[in-house]
């Protein structure tokens, strides 16, 4: 792959789209994001920022000082891609690799990173740190622990820490953010059903497993209902089930998948708990065995009020009050930023792809879905606003 130069443009934006849509021709997967950083590395060099390879396997920080002030602000964007075979008939700069596309915008969002970096290198109007750190893994909830493991702040403290998703529904260019939990945990449950399979013909012979699950996935709803408190938040889906039974034969195994949302840690607790008490209490009233398989995923994204007074000052200067919603509704959706906030104070904000109907509009995890080029300025003077305010210089 022939590297990037030094960017001369004057036009942020030209740098921006080409930055933008190269990385989108190249998707890479969690922890295989190999050339995603040897291009964002090469960039960041350019620039002339001290560049930090293999931060959690393939993770890049980037450090740019100015002055003499010893404040430090992390500035973090995605680099990961989804397993997806992108259906975009005519779109020049799709996927060069089968199976695999931008799907969630994480290309927009290492592009606005860049762009913070080149406005901030050039003007150095900022007196402190300015750490650019690029995750890999984020799609899977491993990212952001695996950087963490690696001493991200140890090696890179920071005293506050931002990060934004595109949001397609959201009109273009608009910012929103919350104090408190914005995005859900994600907990990922596995039910193994062990009943005793025989001929459909004879089903007194047998402990139909299938029964046991039909049951199961029923009350399981019956836990966000009846066992969570109406003012917290929660979700819980059975996503796929799977037997060994064939069309005239009960089977022995069941298998059920699925996954719980929530915003706090004891209501995880209580969707755990809940959970394993009816599944087996079912499976023993039949006569059957069950085994759950509990693992938490995603943390939450919990905001802190602070960071968010600064994340909606600098959205405000960057876009006007009238585009800003410091009060938007949280969503059950997961971001491995969460992993992030239980460390260091921070804030993560959406940026308006494109309302319904737009282009902006398709939805993430869509295979048609791309990343609105429009709001790449957008992403870049925020970050690069945030690091001013932040590390404000002295006045003369």
Not at 149 to 158: A, I, S
Not at 253 to 270: C, F, M, N, W
Not at 322 to 349: C, H, K, N, R, Y
């Amino acid at each position: 792959m022939k590297g990037p130069v030094m960017d001369t443009d004057k036009d942020l934006g030209t740098a921006l789209l080409r930055w933008r849509r190269h990385l989108h021709q190249f998707p890479e997967t969690g922890f295989r994001e190999h050339r995603t950083a040897d291009y964002v590395a090469s960039v960041l060099t350019a620039l002339g920022l001290e560049v930090h390879r293999g931060i959690g396997g393939t993770g890049v920080v980037a450090n740019l000082r100015a002055g003499s002030g010893g404040g430090a602000i992390g500035l973090r964007a995605d680099m990961d891609a989804l397993a997806m075979a992108e259906q975009a008939p005519g779109r020049l700069h799709a996927s060069q690799n089968p199976g695999c596309m931008h799907g969630c915008g994480h290309d927009g969002h290492m592009a606005m990173l860049l762009g913070a970096a080149q406005t901030l290198a050039q003007a150095r109007d900022f007196d402190g740190t300015v750490r650019f750190i690029f995750q890999p893994a984020e799609e899977h909830g491993k990212g952001a622990r695996a950087m963490m493991d690696d001493g991200l702040f140890e090696r890179f403290p920071v005293d506050e820490i931002y990060g934004a998703h595109n949001m397609p529904g959201l009109p273009a260019g608009h910012i929103a953010t919350r104090v408190g939990g914005i995005m859900a945990s994600e907990d990922n449950f596995r039910i193994r059903i062990q009943g005793r399979g025989g001929h459909a013909a004879r089903p007194h012979m047998v402990v139909d497993p299938l029964v046991v699950a039909a049951e199961i996935i029923l009350a399981l709803q019956t836990i966000v209902a009846r066992s969570v408190d109406p003012a917290d938040a929660a979700v819980v889906s059975c996503t796929e089930i799977a037997s060994d039974g064939i069309r005239n034969a009960i089977p022995s195994h069941v298998e059920i998948k699925g996954d719980t949302r929530s915003y706090a840690p004891a209501v995880q607790a209580l969707l755990e708990h809940r959970m394993r008490a009816l599944c087996a209490g079912i499976a023993a009233a039949h006569g059957a065995t069950c085994e759950l398989d509990y693992t938490h995923e995603f943390a939450p994204t919990v905001n802190w009020a602070g960071p968010v007074a600064n994340a909606v000052r600098a959205a405000q200067a960057v876009v006007g009050a009238a585009q800003v919603d410091a009060e938007t509704p949280p969503m059950m959706a997961s971001e491995d930023f969460g992993a992030f906030l239980q460390q260091v104070p921070g804030a993560f904000v959406f940026i308006g792809n494109g309302a319904a109907g737009t282009p902006g509009g398709v939805p993430l995890h869509n295979a048609a879905y791309d990343f609105n080029d429009a709001i790449l300025p957008v992403g870049a003077r925020y970050f690069a606003e945030l690091a001013r305010q932040r590390l404000p210089r002295a006045a003369p």
